[in-house]
């Protein structure tokens, strides 16, 4: 059976198992009309039987899943003839990929080695004997737990209290996934870019000004400078953002005051779906319109009035990238002014302000810790944007505080160095997660701030 059938199944048996629970606790008080002798409700019976049938099952069907390749692949290697066995790890892992290939259907050559073909039936074989197996042992278990629970089943059965524990327990463990996803992804950049730094000086990388990764691939290959200065990368990022939160914020803010305070319910209805199917356009459109419609503009009226202007430049990707997160700051703030009291206003209006004054001095002070949290959102989505600096900005490294000039940001960076044929343990590539540590430090730090400004004011107005 099919892993993912064998999901399904279980799913089916707990939902079996939930009419079995349900029913017999109507049974074991003689009817509907003694259900007061329960300790529970009949529903929470035939959830604990829903869940003791099917929390177990779907754990050891995702154990099972989880280290069947590892066990198969072992069984298979070990049963490869010596002279297969026996060569290098890197050889021997290809070998095992065609075996596997060839098992999918992947390889379509006419001539197949014969030990190469008698893998992959070996591996067919156990694969098949591991998926029946795990049907069996889950299905068993289910059926196993669905008769446990239901004999246990009682009046003075406090079902509820087992219930709300057991989903108390799945919350906890969803949550945990979470902060450890975290902690994993923190702790993966963090190893890598110690690595990074045992090879080029600290100092060197957040203080040096020449940024030209180009590390030798071979021991006599030239031309390979492997300058590793970030400072260009970080300023050029700054400057991007900067441009977008010129952009983004005054007119994602001042529409959301409009739509909440101003517009007509018509007018909002249709203005705000409208704003918002920005948020919806891909990035690439993005690009594109960047690089054929904006860039062509600010180049041509930069060369009117007498200016340098690159065919790449800060501006016109930083102005793109304001248009694209204007629906961030616009829609939250709409919603967090919204959830302003209708009494602070009223209290405004009884003292004599008018709308503008109310607006001014008392519903944005209040809404503040919320559009500082869209605000913190927009600049994280501006830092994080790949495709329209790549098609708009340009790759170049350039130390500059012109916007009318090419730049490139930490994240277009980290994917050039992610792709080639450049080795993993190279500078070049262990670079990639020293700049990615940089910017979830620099990330860190703003929260910081805004939580900070968030609690400053909350203070204010509980």
Excluded at 11 to 36: E, Q, T
Excluded at 143 to 151: E, P, V
Excluded at 370 to 394: F, K, P, Q, W
């Amino acid at each position: 059976m099919a892993p993912s059938t064998l999901f399904l199944s279980i799913l089916v048996l707990a939902v079996a198992a939930y009419v079995i629970g349900r029913k017999r606790s109507y049974s074991v008080v003689g009817g509907a009309r003694k259900l007061r002798e329960l300790h529970s409700r009949p529903t929470y019976y035939g959830m604990l039987t829903a869940l003791g049938c099917g929390i177990p099952a779907l754990l050891i069907l995702g154990i099972w899943q989880a280290f069947e390749e590892t066990v198969i692949t072992r069984l298979i290697t070990a049963g490869l003839p010596e002279n297969i066995r026996t060569l290098p790890e890197s050889r021997l892992n290809l070998i095992i990929n065609d075996v596997k290939n060839l098992v999918s259907g992947n390889i379509v050559s006419k001539e197949v080695d014969p030990a190469m073909q008698a893998a992959a039936d070996h591996y067919t074989r156990l694969q098949s004997i591991s998926h029946a197996s795990m049907a069996v042992v889950c299905l068993v278990l289910g059926i196993m737990a669905i008769a446990i629970i239901r004999k246990i089943i009682t009046p003075k059965l406090r079902a509820r209290n087992a219930v709300e524990t057991v989903t108390k327990i799945i919350l906890v463990a969803c949550s945990s996934i979470a902060i450890f996803t975290t902690l994993g992804i923190v702790l993966s950049v963090l190893f890598e870019a110690i690595r990074f730094f045992k090879a080029v000086a600290v100092t060197e990388f957040l203080f040096g000004l020449q940024w030209s990764p180009q590390m030798a691939i071979r021991a006599d290959q030239v031309g390979s400078s492997g300058a590793f200065g970030a400072v260009p990368v970080f300023a050029g990022t700054l400057m991007i953002s900067a441009i977008a939160m010129t952009v983004a914020v005054p007119v994602g803010l001042m529409s959301a005051i409009y739509l909440s305070e101003y517009a007509t319910s018509k007018v909002r209805a249709a203005a705000k779906p409208l704003m918002e199917i920005l948020a919806g356009i891909p990035t690439v459109v993005y690009g594109f319109f960047a690089a054929l419609t904006v860039a062509p503009v600010i180049r041509d009226s930069g060369g009117l009035m007498g200016l340098d202007v690159s065919s790449e430049s800060a501006l016109a990707a930083g102005v793109v990238m304001g248009i694209m997160i204007i629906p961030f700051v616009s829609s939250l703030s709409d919603d967090v002014i919204n959830a302003v009291p209708q009494v602070l206003r009223d209290g405004a209006y009884g003292l004599g302000a008018t709308r503008s004054e109310t607006i001014r001095n008392v519903v944005i002070p209040a809404a503040l810790p919320g559009i500082v949290g869209s605000i913190l959102l927009a600049v994280s989505r501006a830092i994080g944007e790949t495709m329209i600096v790549v098609m708009a900005a340009g790759l170049a490294a350039n130390l500059t505080a012109n916007p009318l000039q090419t730049v490139t940001t930490v994240t277009v960076q980290i994917v050039t160095l992610l792709v080639g044929d450049q080795e993993f343990d190279s500078p070049k590539t262990l670079a990639a997660f020293a700049l990615g540590l940089v910017l979830f430090v620099a990330t860190l730090f703003l929260n910081i701030i805004a939580l900070h400004v968030v609690r400053k004011y909350r203070e204010q107005y509980e």
